[in-house]
């Protein structure tokens, strides 16, 4: 199983990014998915998670409104759209399964600076 994240960068606040998880050696379509993110110093939190055929999504509080998660069971991919990025938003973000796989993908740095 291999979770690969990208489409992280720096970008000003206000600014946007587009968060890709491909997946392999895995059904996507078998699992609800969720983005993490783990700021330094602080404990990985989930962002976003969406149900296994897109039905049922949800948000921690702090990023309604905000970021869209999506997924492409075809392509077996999960993405996440961040509008309106805010500096409280820097973290590495990390996409798996529900419960998580053993495997973690690397992550995918986000920086929101000006």
């Known amino acids: 199983v291999q979770l690969v994240e990208s489409g992280g960068g720096l970008v000003q606040p206000g600014g946007s990014l587009r968060l890709s998880c491909a997946a392999s050696?895995?059904?996507?379509?078998?699992?609800?998915m969720s983005w993490y993110r783990q700021a330094p110093g602080k404990e990985r939190e989930v962002v976003a998670t969406?149900?296994?055929?897109?039905?049922?999504?949800t948000y921690v509080d702090s990023v309604k409104g905000r970021f869209t998660i999506s997924r492409d069971n075809v392509k077996n991919t999960v993405y996440l759209q961040m509008n309106n990025l805010k500096p409280e938003d820097t973290a590495v973000y990390f996409c798996?399964?529900?419960?998580?796989?053993?495997?973690w993908g690397q992550g995918t740095q986000v920086t929101v600076s000006s």
């Open positions: 798996n399964a529900v419960p998580p796989l053993r495997s």
């Open positions: 969406i149900s296994r055929f897109g039905g049922t999504i």
């Open positions: 050696g895995f059904t996507l379509s078998s699992a609800a």
